[in-house]
């Protein structure tokens, strides 16, 4: 683990921890590139060509941003980036379904062990809710946390806005301050949400999408292997 020094709070005094699904505390295998060439397909967009090239770019870079922000983005219109969205949803599920998706390991421990220390844990995904839905049955992790949120959630907003994490804080109510919320996730979108949240702690990890680098440029305060790292971290083991 390396770290970079914050003022903003004690790790022993984080008491609610929003948790990243895809890339944090589940192994999807690139699923979401693959989820991405049904949505292209649905537009036309074929593999290979050169819009197909740079809009697959663009989909890497805005990693853990709400797909259907990046969708509108990439196609234009309100109605192509809807059709793509569907697109992309019935093929992640799809993909899902086939048992292609597993924990991180020792996430599920991680999970339980931030429960046990006393921490209200929230998982959070960029994912529309059916397909966030769809994870939680696959991996059997109905009703392990007490909420789970998509963008949708918290009024349409995903990562990098703050809203999800907000919306973690104002209805678990298991902290008193915003700097005891810590937000731990595998993309920069992520640690830059938990930065404009105002959240005490805010960490990357390397088990998806993003590196050190782009962590610290968008204000990470610590830098993690793993989500299973953390509980360790919260009780000042490391």
């Not at 944090?24 to 590139?33: I, K, P, Q, S």
């Not at 996730?185 to 782009?214: C, I, N, P, W």
Request: charged fraction near 20%.
């Amino acid at each position: 683990m390396t770290e970079t020094p914050t003022t903003t709070a004690r790790p022993a005094d984080i008491r609610l921890v929003v948790l990243d699904m895809a890339g944090t505390t589940v192994a999807d295998g690139g699923l979401v590139e693959r989820a991405f060439a049904a949505a292209a397909a649905e537009l036309g967009v074929a593999p290979g060509s050169a819009g197909h090239a740079d809009k697959l770019a663009y989909v890497r870079a805005t990693m853990g941003e709400s797909k259907i922000s990046v969708f509108r983005h990439l196609f234009g219109t309100e109605e192509a980036a809807q059709r793509a969205n569907t697109a992309f949803e019935n093929a992640y599920d799809d993909l899902v379904d086939g048992g292609l998706v597993a924990p991180v390991p020792g996430a599920r421990k991680a999970i339980e062990e931030l429960a046990a220390d006393g921490r209200t844990v929230v998982l959070t995904t960029g994912f529309a809710r059916v397909t966030q839905d769809a994870l939680l049955d696959a991996l059997g992790w109905r009703g392990l946390v007490p909420l789970t949120l998509c963008p949708a959630d918290a009024g349409g907003r995903g990562r990098p806005y703050p809203d999800m994490v907000l919306e973690a804080f104002l209805r678990t109510k298991a902290a008193e301050d915003v700097h005891q919320v810590a937000v731990v996730g595998d993309t920069s979108y992520d640690v830059l949400s938990g930065v404009r949240a105002g959240a005490g702690l805010v960490a990357g990890v390397r088990t998806g999408a993003h590196g050190d680098a782009e962590f610290r440029a968008a204000g990470a305060t610590h830098v993690l292997d793993s989500v299973g790292a953390l509980p360790a971290l919260l009780r000042g083991e490391r």
